[in-house]
Structure formats: structure tokens, C-alpha cells
């Protein structure tokens, strides 16, 4: 499989094309984006945000970072990787979108493990995320996909130029994936189970909710199908005091969490925890 550029990125502000310039991206109406020196591209105008700094932090990145390299969810990477392979039909060209894409340890390990099987397709990647942190992190990892800040609300892509996009742990916004889309094409989303870090929770919450489960499941209404819904659960043991604290860091838990209850799990030297996640893919129906 070959790796081509994205030329699907989109003018946040009127839709138009954005074409490349040396080091900008321009559109036909003279909106001009400049790309940073570490290779993004901020594609999200002061219109579009609702605070000044959208998204996690630099702190919550960097934990997600630290936590994230040392392999502890290796397998849902691997999950997510075999599943979107099995998703990968005829087309030549794939186009992907990561929807809030964070640091991109995912995107790149899927890019890692396409880039190595044999076929015949061209593929391009757009990492998406709000959080400016997450997306200069993320050029980091890896320079064959063009990272970009944006909204999950309006992507900034081309209508129906995207086949299939990731959506893991993050915010589903049906309406701006279904414009984006190609028809029958996919959103893969990666979900917290009701099991998902229920040893972390016990510790830092009085009483302990199920995380909301996928609203999307009522997706008729969208004009999506789900073709594919499965949990993965395995058990970690993490014997590390930094990674724990980086697990809390990276997640909400940490801002929703009664105050004794992060002081006893920032604490913590060890911790056994379940692993629940599940994979669901939704298609989008023929127009
Ligand atoms: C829990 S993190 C998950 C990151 C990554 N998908 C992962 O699993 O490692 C959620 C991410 O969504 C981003 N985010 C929040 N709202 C967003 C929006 N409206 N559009 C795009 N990204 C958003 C955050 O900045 C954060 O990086």
C-alpha cells in the first residue's frame, strides 16, 4: 500500500479547495493558512472556537503521550488496526480521518501497520484535532500525515471526500462526519465499556456510574447502519506510580473526581485495572 498527501483539506471558512503554496494553504477566495514549521496546519478560525484554548492541554497531552508509548493499550491499536483492514474493500484511493485524533499514537500505529501489508490501494491520512497541543505533539510521530487543528462539528475536508474516519474516545459529531463522507462510508468509534477502568473509578468516585453508553446505537435516524459492534476487554497491571497518575491525567476522571479520591490514586504504586472498550462501525447509507 502506498502512502499518498491528503488533497482533501477544505477551507474552514467557505469550504473551497485549499491548495498548497510553499508553506501555505490557499483557497480560491484568498483565505490563506499557514502551514507551522512543524508541519500542521491550523485550520480552525476564532469563529469557530468556543474558548480560547479548545480541547486537552499540554499537560493532558504529554501524559497521554508517556502513558500511550509504553504500550499499556497496545492492544486496541492492534484491534483497531486488524478492523479497519477487514473494513478496506475495492477503492484505490482510501482517504481516513482521524476525528479528534489527540497525539496520534493510533493514527500512526494504523499507518505503520497498513504501510506493511501488500495491496494495491493509495492511502492518505488527516489527523483532526482541536487542541493545538495534541496536534503539534502529533506531528511528531509521524510526517506522512497532514495533522491539522480543526472541529469534529466541521471538518475541514471536502464533502464527501473521506472513507472511512476514526473516532476513539472522543466526540462524535454525526452530522459533520455524514458531510464528509463518501457514501458507505465508515465511522470506526472506540468507546469506554461499562467495565472500562472500573478499578480506577471505585477509588475516585463515591459511587461509581456506567459510562454513558453509545447513544449512536439509535443510528437509523441518521442515516447510518452499524455493521459491527464488539468489546475488547483484557486486565493490565500497572506497577508504576507515574503511569497511574498519567492515566488519570489523560482522561476527565481526573477534573471529575472527588478531591480525596485523586489525592488516594495519584498515590497509588500499583493498580490492576480492566480494560473495556468497544469497537463499533457505523456505515453511512447509500444517498
Ligand atoms: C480522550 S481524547 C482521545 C484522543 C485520541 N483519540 C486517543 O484515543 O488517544 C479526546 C480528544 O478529542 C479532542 N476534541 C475535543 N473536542 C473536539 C472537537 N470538537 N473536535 C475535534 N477534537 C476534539 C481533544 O482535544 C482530545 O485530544
New binding site residues.
Given amino acids: 500500500m502506498n502512502i499518498i498527501k491528503a488533497h482533501n483539506l477544505a477551507c474552514p471558512i467557505d469550504g473551497a479547495q485549499l491548495e498548497s503554496h510553499e508553506k501555505q494553504l490557499i483557497c480560491k477566495n484568498g483565505h490563506v493558512f499557514d502551514i507551522a514549521r512543524q508541519g500542521y496546519v491550523n485550520l480552525l478560525p476564532v469563529q469557530h472556537k468556543r474558548t480560547k484554548h479548545p ?2 492541554s499540554k499537560v493532558m497531552v504529554l501524559a ?1 503521550t508517556h502513558f ?1 508509548n509504553s504500550g499499556i493499550y497496545e492492544a486496541i491499536a492492534n484491534k483497531l488496526n486488524e478492523l479497519v483492514h477487514s473494513q478496506i474493500k475495492d477503492a484505490k484511493e482510501i482517504c481516513f480521518l482521524d ?4 497525539e496520534g ?2 493514527f500512526d500505529a494504523l499507518l505503520n501497520y497498513l504501510s506493511e501489508k501488500k495491496g494495491t490501494h493509495n492511502l492518505s491520512f488527516v489527523g ?4 493545538k497541543e ?1 496536534i503539534v505533539q502529533a506531528s511528531k510521530r509521524n510526517k506522512q500525515i497532514s495533522w491539522v487543528v480543526g ?3 466541521k471538518p475541514p475536508v471536502a464533502e464527501k471526500s473521506i472513507d472511512i474516519i476514526l473516532c ?4 462524535l459529531s454525526v452530522p459533520g462526519f455524514k458531510k464528509v463522507l463518501k457514501p458507505g462510508g465508515k465511522i470506526i468509534v472506540v468507546d469506554p465499556g461499562p467495565e472500562h477502568l472500573k478499578e480506577l473509578r471505585k477509588i475516585i468516585y463515591p459511587e461509581i456510574k456506567k459510562p454513558d453508553q453509545a447513544g449512536f446505537l439509535q443510528t437509523e435516524k441518521t442515516g447510518f447502519s452499524l455493521i459491527y459492534s464488539k468489546a475488547l476487554q483484557f486486565k493490565v497491571n500497572i506497577t508504576n506510580n507515574e503511569q497511574i497518575n498519567n492515566l488519570l491525567i489523560m482522561t476527565p476522571h481526573f477534573y471529575r473526581a472527588s478531591k480525596q479520591g485523586r489525592e488516594v490514586a495519584c498515590n497509588l504504586q500499583q493498580l490492576d485495572l480492566t480494560v473495556d472498550v468497544l469497537f463499533s462501525v457505523l456505515e453511512k447509507n447509500l444517498d
Fill in positions: 480541547g486537552d497521554r500511550l476525528a479528534g485524533c489527540g499514537y493510533y483532526l484535532d482541536i487542541s495534541a472541529t469534529n462539528r476513539l474516545f472522543g466526540f
